[in-house]
């Protein structure tokens, strides 16, 4: 007995293996950053401490004619 796979489930089943990927690497990504913050705060820890910060200043500058 030979088994008949439609094109069209394979196509929606690979979809959706690659849907729980990719939520999965999502889901794992967004732990690890929560769980190094809290790492972070328990040791005193600034990730920002050498950051420079750079302002929103604005500047337009106009031609006369």
């Known amino acids: 007995m030979l088994l008949y796979i439609d094109p069209s489930v394979m196509t929606y089943a690979i979809q959706a ?13 967004i732990v690890v950053r929560k769980a190094k913050k809290k790492v972070n705060d328990k040791l005193g820890i600034d990730e920002n401490k050498n950051k420079e910060i750079e302002s ?3 500047v337009v ?4 004619k």
């Open 17 to 29: 293996i690659a849907g729980i990927a990719i939520a999965l690497g999502a889901t794992i990504g």
């Open 56 to 58: 929103d200043d604005i």
């Open 61 to 64: 500058k106009t031609s006369k």
